[in-house]
């Protein structure tokens, strides 16, 4: 396959992916600060924080509200990370690649673009914001859903989901640090009415919820929330699925090859140094502590990957 064309296929599922999880980010801050005693501007500057656009916001619009904060994830152009810039990223991609795309993929695609231009053309009433968010959610669902109906299991579709799970690892990854680290009040309401809300959140911001109880029951808490999203290789936005999928992808790409590339190789490392454990190993080594490595570890994962296929945003 063209270099071309893989970076732009790369691309475009990655963008696609991010606009869903800003926006599940956004409901994550949302939901999160519906539990706060006070509500501030503290909470949703670890929200800007978590989603690697702090120094970027505070460049551009200085003081920090949950209203600006908001459209800034949202539609702000000036943010290549918000929900209308990730969408427009992704179609402009696609452009690029149409003759690698089903007619089906395109057609989701170029839909996605013309909602995202309506509904995030002014300002998102906070009323308005669910219907929004659940939009543009189910927009990038339906270009997932046709790529997964009616591409072909070869190089096209290898490249597309090394975007979408590399993305989505980063994305739950992120998710957990918001919870546990930034946005619990403090130590003291561990264990709380407080926490358990929370985290039941988090289970929502990345459609677990249903999965959750069908496996655990009502009674479960932190920790098997964290077993779920961390290290079950059947939740589909768990680190230990997605990784698990990285690796798949780059052996398929990588399948003429002798031994395992470099980007194979640290996506095995990941998968068999801190995604092999059980939950208590990781609550021992600090959660907090413990997402960092592995957000810090796909970090270097999609360097890696990018050199190796010589990709560029």
């Given at each position: 396959?063209?270099?071309?064309?893989?970076?732009?296929?790369?691309?475009m599922?990655?963008?696609?992916?991010?606009?869903?999880?800003?926006?599940?980010?956004?409901?994550?801050?949302?939901?999160?600060?519906?539990?706060?005693?006070?509500s501030?501007?503290?909470?949703?500057?670890?929200?800007?924080?978590?989603?690697?656009?702090?120094?970027?916001?505070?460049?551009?619009?200085?003081?920090?509200?949950?209203?600006?904060?908001i459209?800034?994830?949202?539609?702000d152009?000036?943010?290549?990370?918000?929900?209308?810039?990730?969408?427009?990223?992704?179609?402009?991609?696609a452009?690029?690649?149409?003759?690698?795309?089903?007619?089906?993929?395109?057609?989701?695609?170029?839909?996605?673009?013309m909602?995202?231009?309506?509904?995030?053309?002014?300002?998102?009433?906070?009323?308005?914001?669910?219907?929004?968010?659940?939009?543009?959610?189910?927009?990038?669902?339906?270009?997932?859903?046709?790529?997964?109906?009616?591409?072909?299991?070869n190089?096209?579709?290898?490249?597309?989901?090394?975007?979408?799970?590399?993305?989505?690892?980063?994305?739950?990854?992120?998710?957990?640090d918001?919870?546990?680290?930034?946005?619990?009040?403090?130590?003291?309401?561990?264990?709380?009415?407080?926490?358990?809300?929370?985290?039941?959140?988090?289970?929502?911001?990345?459609?677990?919820?249903?999965g959750?109880?069908?496996?655990?029951?009502?009674?479960?808490?932190?920790?098997?929330?964290?077993?779920?999203?961390?290290?079950?290789?059947?939740?589909?936005?768990?680190?230990a699925?997605?990784?698990?999928?990285?690796?798949?992808?780059?052996?398929?790409?990588?399948?003429?090859?002798?031994?395992?590339g470099?980007?194979?190789?640290?996506?095995?490392?990941?998968?068999?140094t801190?995604?092999?454990?059980?939950?208590?190993?990781?609550?021992?080594f600090?959660?907090?502590?413990?997402?960092?490595?592995?957000?810090?570890?796909?970090?270097?994962?999609?360097?890696q990957?990018?050199t190796?296929?010589?990709?560029?945003?």
């Open positions: 396959m063209l270099g071309k064309t893989a970076n732009g296929l790369y691309w599922y990655r963008s696609f992916e991010r606009a869903e999880n800003t926006a599940r980010l956004i409901e994550t801050g949302q939901r999160i600060a519906l539990t706060r005693l006070e501030g501007e503290e909470e949703w500057r670890s929200v800007l924080q978590s989603a690697g656009s702090l120094v970027q916001f505070e460049t551009a619009r200085g003081a920090l509200n949950k209203e600006a904060a459209d800034w994830l949202l539609r152009r000036a943010n290549p990370s918000s929900v209308l810039s990730s969408i427009e990223a992704a179609r402009q991609n452009r690029l690649v149409r003759t690698a795309l089903t007619h089906e993929v395109w057609e989701a695609t170029n839909a996605a673009y909602s995202a231009r309506e509904v995030l053309a002014r300002k998102v009433a906070e009323r308005d914001l669910p219907g929004v968010l659940g939009t543009m959610r189910q927009r990038a669902a339906l270009v997932r859903g046709m790529t997964h109906g009616t591409m072909l299991r190089d096209i579709y290898n490249f597309a989901r090394l975007g979408t799970f590399l993305e989505r690892a980063d994305n739950t990854a992120r998710i957990l918001v919870k546990y680290y930034v946005l619990l009040p403090s130590a003291s309401a561990v264990g709380t009415s407080l926490d358990n809300v929370q985290w039941e959140t988090i289970l929502r911001s990345v459609s677990a919820r249903g959750f109880r069908m496996e655990y029951g009502a009674g479960a808490g932190p920790r098997e929330i964290a077993q779920f999203l961390i290290l079950d290789k059947r939740m589909p936005r768990s680190l699925f997605c990784v698990g999928k990285l690796s798949d992808n780059l052996r398929y790409l990588q399948r003429r090859s002798m031994r395992p470099p980007a194979q190789t640290k996506a095995l490392h990941i998968e068999r801190y995604l092999s454990h059980d939950i208590d190993a990781v609550f021992e600090g959660l907090h502590e413990y997402i960092q490595k592995v957000l810090w570890l796909l970090t270097e994962l999609s360097g990957i990018e190796d296929f010589r990709f560029h945003e």
